[in-house]
């Protein structure tokens, strides 16, 4: 197949790119930059030239394509809520093009999606929350919305995607720690958060695409989720061991003062489990975990 891949330059994208080049698929990889533009045609991928903002570039893209994988997203948490209503636009202009036939588009979104009490485990089949609660539930309606009007669009939901060097919200977990000198968690630590190695989430992402190549089903949800649900504390205390920081307890009251934007995450209970996915797609995960990886997390040079 010849793939458009959004974000194709990004951490989760470039392990995307080599699955799909790797597996034998042509890549067309959006980028707009010069030096990353040379990143992705090293790693075997033909340049497309545009931007998220360049909604035409976008549909420009997914009509040259057999397939859409779309990764990129703004992570800017300052205007979070604006973000998410762009990616609705991102998403309507990649589906236009796809409208009336059974090429398909690989809309990404995130476990947290999935509506659930807390500390209740969120399953591929859990009615999904809506944008007006969580803004980032906006990808998925769009998604859904495309899927009713023909649109073969499958959904993946991911949760935090680490290696050695990234490790999605934990990532800013260790930010805040360097700066506050401990690395903190909230009240006893319970709460958890589920998981995935950046290679076994990229191979989803091929396996997604290939299933809805092969057999349309619009509205299909997949949890990339290699780790039902690690706790805060055994993440803050390998981390704590690794940059040589304690890990504490930091009182409830005092989450936000500490952990600022994320203080929302740092107290939920957000298991998730895979298991639908694993059976409808054949994937089974088999990267290290992410305590491991926090174990061997590359430092910064001295």
């Known amino acids: 197949m010849r793939v458009f891949v959004t974000g ?3 951490f989760i994208g470039m392990a995307v790119v080599r699955e799909l080049v790797a597996s034998g698929h042509q890549v067309l990889g959006l980028c707009r930059s010069d030096d990353k533009a040379a990143a992705l045609a090293a790693a075997g991928a033909e340049v497309h030239r545009g931007s998220l903002q360049d909604l035409e570039s976008l549909r420009d893209g997914a ?13 800017d ?20 093009p796809l409208a009336g036939s059974t090429r398909p588009l690989v809309v990404t979104s995130g476990t947290g999606m999935a509506s659930s009490v807390p500390g209740q485990l969120a399953t591929e089949d859990s009615a999904p929350v809506s944008a007006q609660v969580i ?5 998925e309606e769009t998604a859904m919305a495309l899927a009713a009007a023909g649109v073969n669009v ?14 999605g919200l934990v990532s800013y977990v260790i930010q805040v720690a360097r700066e506050k000198g401990v690395v903190g968690y909230v009240g006893d ?12 989430a ?18 299909a949800i997949h949890h990339a989720v290699g780790e039902e ?7 803050a205390e390998v981390i704590g061991a690794r940059i040589g920081l304690p890990a504490r307890s930091i009182a409830a009251d005092q989450a936000e003062a500490y952990f600022g934007w994320l203080a929302m995450f740092a107290a939920h209970d957000a298991p998730a489990s895979s298991a639908l996915t694993r059976r409808r797609l054949g994937w089974q995960p088999s990267g290290p975990g992410m305590l491991a990886d926090l174990a061997q997390l590359e430092l910064p040079a001295a």
């Open 202 to 219: 990229a191979r989803l992402y091929r396996l997604a695409l290939e299933k809805a190549h092969e057999k349309a089903e619009p509205g």
């Open 135 to 139: 803004p980032r539930a906006a990808s």
């Open 154 to 167: 499958a959904v993946v939901r991911l949760p935090q995607v680490h290696d050695t060097v990234r490790q």
């Open 8 to 10: 194709a330059t990004g």
């Open 229 to 235: 649900g690690i706790t805060l504390k055994d993440m």
């Open 77 to 96: 948490f300052s205007t979070f809520a604006a973000n998410c209503e762009d990616d609705r636009r991102v998403i309507a202009a990649l589906g236009a």
């Open 63 to 75: 009509a040259r394509a057999d397939g859409v994988i779309h990764l990129a997203f703004n992570h």
């Open 189 to 200: 630590g319970h709460h958890r958060w589920p998981a995935v190695h950046v290679l076994d």
